[in-house]
């Protein structure tokens, strides 16, 4: 059973950056993606990007287009978001996730526990 474990959040101030590492315990596939979900106090689990394994593509929702990178290290099993130009409503617990590509994240999905990234104004 795949395993995954997030780390970096912290405590940023508007401006500024943050890499979250999502660390996987069984490598990774090449027909499986690798997404990154955010969730703010109070209110339901927003996608922030997903990478596609078998091409290296990404995408990305629109409130993190141009200022969030998701980038892969192979060697170490690691997926990262690197967070430029944060704003206080990027806060939340950010959540890395794999799923096989093209299925439902509902169902068949391997969750990370969480990281926390508060960004202050």
């Known amino acids: 059973q795949e395993q995954l474990v997030e780390s970096g959040g912290g405590l940023v101030q508007a401006g500024g950056s943050l890499r979250l590492s999502c660390v996987t315990s069984?490598?990774?596939?090449?027909?499986?993606?690798m997404g990154w979900f955010r969730q703010a106090p109070g209110k339901e689990r927003d996608f922030v990007g997903v990478?596609?394994?078998?091409?290296?593509?990404?995408y990305y929702a629109d409130s993190v287009k141009g200022r969030f990178t998701i980038s892969r290290d192979n060697a170490k099993n690691t997926v990262y978001l690197r967070m430029n130009s944060l704003q206080p409503t990027d806060t939340g617990v950010y959540y890395c996730?794999?799923?096989?590509?093209?299925?439902?994240?509902?169902?068949?999905?391997?969750w990370g526990q969480g990281t926390q990234v508060t960004v202050s104004s």
């Open positions: 996730a794999t799923k096989p590509d093209g299925s439902s994240w509902s169902s068949g999905t391997y």
């Open positions: 069984g490598g990774t596939f090449s027909n499986y993606v």
């Open positions: 990478f596609r394994f078998s091409d290296g593509s990404t």
